[in-house]
Each structure stands twice: as C-alpha cells, then as structure tokens.
C-alpha cells in the first residue's frame, strides 16, 4: 500500500506471514490507516514518518537465520510503540537481549493463556476466571525475558506468551490476535491502537474512495484505460472507480469466456453499458476458450491459459481504441497474498491467480489494480461509496478463471451447460430461503467422476454435483454454512429432478484451512 504522508499510520513489516494482511485488515477496521512494508525494506528510518505505531508480522523463519532475518535494531530507539506477533515477538525478545529457543512442545491451533499480570494491551481482553482462547502458529519460543521485561500472560507450553516492556513501550504476543479464531482478538489490537499508540480515527470507506480516485488520476493523468469487466463486484467496483477519475477515456471491455454464470452477459451488458453509460465492448469469445482448454486437465495450466487468452484479447481490441496504454483489472490482496508475496517476503505460494499468475511476461499494456491492497469487506464498501447498486455490490465472489475450476480435470461444453443450471438453482435456492446474505460465498461445481443411481427404475450413471456454501469475514479463513436438513433435501431434489447429467449431490463440509475455497 502506498504511503500518505499526510497521515498518521501503523507500519506493519512483514516477515511473510500470510495473516500479515489480516493485521492491516483488522487495523482499517478501527478507522486507522495502516501500511505494510517488507522487513527488507526497512534500512531506511526516514520511512517511519508519521508512524505512530509498529507492528511485526509472524512469519515462517527462526529468528536464528540471520542471514534470512533482516531488521534494523535502531527501529527500537525511534520511541514509537511496538508491538510483535509470533515471529516479532520473538524478535523483539532476541534484540532486546532474550533468549529464543525451539519448543519442547510446538503449539499449533487453539491454546488457553492465563493473564499473570495487567497491561494497558490485554485491558478487557481475559474473562472473569482471567483465561482465554488464542490461535497458536510457532515452534519456536522465548525461552528467557529480555532485561526490563515482564510476563502478562502464559500458556501450557509457552510460558512467556504475552509481555511488556511498560518504559519502552515494547509489547509482544506468541499468538496472532489478527485471526478470528483468537477471542477478542481485536480487543488487545484495539487496545494497542487507542491505549498505547494514542490514535485518533483517519481513515473511512469516503477517504479511500477519495484517495485511490486521485492515485488513479495520478497514474494514469489524461491516457486511455481498457477495463477488464467481469460484472462481479471487483471488476465493477473497478470500472466504476476508474469512470469516476477519468470519464470517458475508460473503455470497459467485457469478455463472454463461456464459463460464465447463467444470464451473465446479459446482466453485465445491461448494467454498464444500459444503466450507467459505460464505453463497454461485448466480445464473445467462448469457442476459443474452449479450444485452448480442451483436453487440458492441470489447474494451474488452466488459470494460465485463461490469464494468457484473457490479455490477448484485451490487447486486440486495444488495438481498436486508439492510444490506450492501460489495463485495469480487479485484483484484491488476497489475490496477491495466495499467489506470490507482495512484500517480497518468504510467503508461500498457494495458487495462480489469473490476474497474477497467467500474465505474460510481455505485456503491451501496462497494469492499474487500484484494489490490490483491499479485501473483499473493504471493497464492497468502496462500491457503495461509489453509488453502485446493492444487488452488485452483495454478489458472492467468483473467481476470475470463472467456472473452469469448478469442474476438476476436462472441461467440455457439456459438463458447463450442466454446471451452470446446477449453479443457478444453488444461487436462486439460498435467495428463496433468505440465505445468500448470511453466507460469504456458495457455488456448485462438477467432479470429475460418475456414480450409479436409480431413477425410475432405470439404472443411471451420472454425474455428481459438489455444493459448496462458506461463511467468512476475508476469504483467507473460512467454514461450512450448517444447512438444515430440509433444504439440503429440498436443494438436492431440484438439482437431481431438472438437471439431466446429475445423479447425486454431495456438501462439501471442509473448512479452510486445511482446504481452498474453491476446489482448483
């Protein structure tokens, strides 16, 4: 995220955790404007202008690879609060002079920590019997109190999970209070922001809006901009973020892949280029994407294949408006997260992402992604700042590469028209029972294998169709909705009696982690 130097902020450095942008996440979340930088760019202190606070990512290191672990010690003597999670608490304690050590025990899930003295950072956050649930991640800990210190709070096998440096206003944490998972975890955050850093709210949806309106018109000043438009809400928030900077130099070209939901195209069509008077190109494209995806089985070969036939098309159409030199796209951080490290930092790569992962290496056009820095919850504010209408803005997520990995292994044309029924009964079910707003996101998909069944007598041999419903609050934890048994029943009846090509309808009841929201 770029930096706004008119603004007081938390610097997060990052050590490569992949919950670092849940940090930044939850710090918008108290109204607070909050920037992540990699823990190798932070040789220089004239970045920490402004910054009333710092928080140190966990990360997948030992604080003993020195020659991995880059952090500059003088960020100590800046008197600005500190506060370290996981991995930067336990920096925190080897610079300070602590001891780290491996665990006797590793700690990985949820732990109960017992508050042993009070803090101004853990102030409402232990019940009445002075105990709580956190979410644990480490194998390594702090084995002995850096001078000065003293212990808040432990945990069975980490003795010093919560301490303090009160005089320095050095604070670290063996848990991630970021995760849902933790109790009140927003709680010790929000103490950390109000109580010790002394914040005053900065930062709003109408901040946001009126400073990514004037970063667009900063990054691209009086240039041609081709908006990648799917009709879901990234891109539509996207496209009407753009429109507000630049106006009629925005031309939003939309892309028919035949993969996807039923009546898409025309709900897109009429929306931008009907309702909101929208440049919008119509190209409808699905034969070639079904040539290129035939017989190709591999997911990441699919998303790179889409990434790839999606830019070529952009740029031949390019070719069509004359001087356009930009493309915009609706990339979100967790795009980014899931795909390679934003920071520059060890996180793990998950998937490609098709606005990430499957560009060429040679683009003729260069890239706007305004959003790249936001989560889900965070843009669909946008869009309402932005007047776009509800019905848009509440839209489940849909994944770029469209319903391409919702049916595992060969695509063919058959398997989508049968797909997208199934979806669309799924979608228009959940809206009948007034669930689509209770749930983050619900799709069905196709798997790859066909099972026995009985209809009428008659033996069949069909597909099985996979219903996926989750609740979350970013997308990078997630759990199954608990549907009751009359709509499962009522749900699996209508897909099995209208959708010829479907004979059993399973629920996928796996939480993430261990698995991905989606199934490719």
Same mark, same amino acid.
């Given at each position: 995220?770029r930096?706004?130097?008119n603004?007081?902020k938390?610097?997060?450095?990052?050590?490569?955790?992949?919950?670092?942008?849940? +940090?930044?996440?939850?710090?918008?979340?108290?109204? /607070?404007?909050s920037?992540?930088?990699?823990?190798?760019?932070?040789?220089?202190?004239? !970045?920490?202008?402004?910054v009333?606070?710092?928080?140190?990512?966990?990360?997948p290191?030992?604080?003993?690879?020195?020659?991995? %672990? !880059?952090?500059?010690?003088?960020?100590?003597?800046?008197? +600005?609060?500190?506060?370290?999670?996981?991995?930067?608490?336990?920096?925190?304690?080897? /610079?300070?002079g602590?001891?780290?050590k491996?665990?006797?025990?590793?700690?990985?899930?949820l732990?109960?920590i017992?508050?042993i003295?009070?803090?101004?950072?853990?102030?409402?956050?232990?019940?009445?019997?002075?105990?709580?649930?956190v979410w644990?991640?480490?194998?390594?800990? /702090?084995?002995k109190?850096?001078?000065?210190?003293?212990? +808040?709070?432990?945990?069975?096998?980490?003795?010093?999970?919560?301490i303090?440096?009160?005089?320095?206003?050095?604070?670290? %944490?063996?848990?991630?209070?970021e %995760? #849902?998972?933790?109790?009140?975890?927003?709680?010790?955050?929000?103490?950390?922001?109000?109580?010790?850093?002394?914040?005053?709210?900065?930062?709003?949806?109408?901040?946001?809006?009126?400073?990514? !309106?004037?970063?667009?018109?900063?990054?691209?000043?009086?240039?041609?901009?081709?908006c990648?438009?799917?009709?879901?809400v990234?891109?539509?928030?996207?496209?009407?973020? +753009? *429109?507000?900077?630049?106006?009629?130099?925005?031309?939003?070209?939309?892309?028919?892949t035949? $993969?996807?939901?039923?009546?898409?195209?025309?709900?897109?069509?009429n929306?931008?280029?009907?309702?909101?008077?929208?440049n919008?190109?119509?190209?409808?494209?699905?034969?070639?994407?079904?040539?290129?995806?035939?017989?190709?089985?591999?997911?990441?070969?699919?998303?790179? !294949?889409?990434?790839?036939?999606?830019?070529?098309?952009?740029?031949? *159409?390019?070719?069509?408006?004359?001087?356009?030199?930009?493309?915009?796209?609706? #990339?979100?951080?967790?795009?980014?997260i899931?795909?390679?490290?934003v920071?520059?930092?060890?996180?793990?790569?998950i998937?490609?992402?098709?606005?990430?992962?499957? $560009?060429?290496?040679?683009?003729?056009?260069?890239? %706007?992604?305004?959003?790249?820095?936001?989560?889900?919850?965070?843009?669909?504010?946008?869009? $309402?700042?932005?007047?776009?209408?509800?019905?848009?803005?509440?839209?489940?997520p849909?994944p770029?590469?469209?319903?391409a990995?919702?049916?595992?292994?060969?695509?063919?044309?058959?398997?989508?028209?049968?797909?997208?029924?199934?979806?669309?009964?799924?979608?228009?079910?959940?809206?009948?029972?007034?669930?689509?707003?209770?749930?983050?996101?619900a *799709?069905?998909?196709?798997?790859?294998?066909?099972?026995?069944? /009985?209809?009428?007598?008659?033996? #069949?041999?069909e597909?099985?169709?996979? $219903?996926?419903?989750?609740?979350?609050?970013?997308?990078?934890?997630?759990?199954?909705?608990?549907f009751?048994?009359?709509?499962?029943?009522?749900?699996?009846?209508?897909?099995?009696?209208?959708?010829?090509?479907?004979?059993?309808?399973? *629920?996928?009841?796996?939480?993430?982690?261990?698995?991905?929201?989606?199934?490719?």
């Amino acid at each position: 995220m770029r930096s706004n130097n008119n603004l007081n902020k938390i610097l997060i450095i990052d050590f490569g955790s992949q919950f670092t942008q849940l +940090i930044a996440r939850r710090i918008r979340e108290f109204g /607070v404007f909050s920037e992540i930088i990699s823990h190798k760019k932070i040789n220089r202190l004239n !970045i920490f202008k402004n910054v009333k606070g710092i928080i140190l990512s966990g990360g997948p290191l030992s604080v003993h690879q020195n020659n991995k %672990v !880059i952090f500059n010690k003088k960020i100590i003597e800046l008197d +600005i609060p500190i506060l370290g999670i996981c991995f930067g608490h336990q920096i925190i304690s080897k /610079v300070m002079g602590g001891k780290v050590k491996k665990s006797l025990f590793r700690e990985f899930g949820l732990a109960k920590i017992k508050k042993i003295n009070n803090s101004l950072l853990v102030k409402n956050f232990f019940g009445k019997d002075n105990i709580n649930n956190v979410w644990m991640s480490h194998s390594d800990q /702090v084995h002995k109190l850096p001078k000065g210190f003293k212990t +808040i709070a432990s945990s069975k096998n980490s003795k010093l999970t919560i301490i303090e440096n009160n005089k320095k206003k050095l604070y670290g %944490v063996q848990f991630h209070p970021e %995760v #849902t998972h933790t109790d009140k975890g927003k709680v010790l955050l929000k103490n950390f922001l109000f109580l010790i850093c002394k914040f005053k709210k900065n930062w709003s949806s109408k901040q946001q809006k009126l400073k990514l !309106i004037k970063s667009v018109k900063e990054q691209i000043g009086n240039e041609k901009v081709i908006c990648a438009l799917s009709g879901g809400v990234d891109s539509s928030v996207v496209a009407k973020l +753009i *429109y507000s900077a630049i106006g009629q130099n925005l031309t939003c070209i939309f892309v028919n892949t035949g $993969l996807l939901r039923k009546y898409e195209e025309k709900q897109v069509v009429n929306t931008f280029k009907k309702k909101l008077k929208m440049n919008l190109i119509y190209v409808n494209a699905s034969s070639q994407f079904f040539d290129k995806l035939k017989n190709v089985s591999d997911p990441e070969r699919k998303r790179k !294949i889409i990434g790839n036939l999606f830019i070529k098309i952009f740029e031949k *159409y390019s070719k069509k408006i004359k001087n356009v030199k930009f493309l915009a796209q609706g #990339t979100l951080y967790p795009d980014l997260i899931e795909s390679k490290s934003v920071t520059g930092s060890q996180t793990s790569k998950i998937k490609s992402h098709h606005n990430v992962g499957g $560009l060429p290496k040679k683009m003729k056009l260069k890239l %706007v992604e305004p959003l790249k820095y936001l989560f889900k919850d965070e843009v669909r504010k946008l869009g $309402l700042e932005l007047k776009l209408s509800k019905e848009i803005i509440s839209r489940h997520p849909f994944p770029g590469p469209g319903l391409a990995i919702r049916i595992p292994g060969i695509i063919t044309k058959e398997k989508i028209n049968i797909l997208k029924q199934a979806d669309h009964y799924f979608i228009n079910h959940l809206r009948k029972y007034n669930l689509y707003h209770k749930i983050w996101q619900a *799709y069905a998909a196709l798997l790859p294998v066909k099972t026995v069944g /009985v209809m009428g007598d008659n033996r #069949t041999y069909e597909n099985i169709c996979l $219903l996926r419903a989750i609740t979350s609050e970013d997308g990078m934890t997630a759990d199954f909705y608990n549907f009751d048994k009359k709509f499962m029943q009522s749900i699996s009846n209508k897909i099995i009696n209208n959708i010829r090509g479907i004979n059993r309808v399973v *629920y996928d009841i796996t939480s993430k982690p261990p698995s991905t929201i989606e199934l490719e």
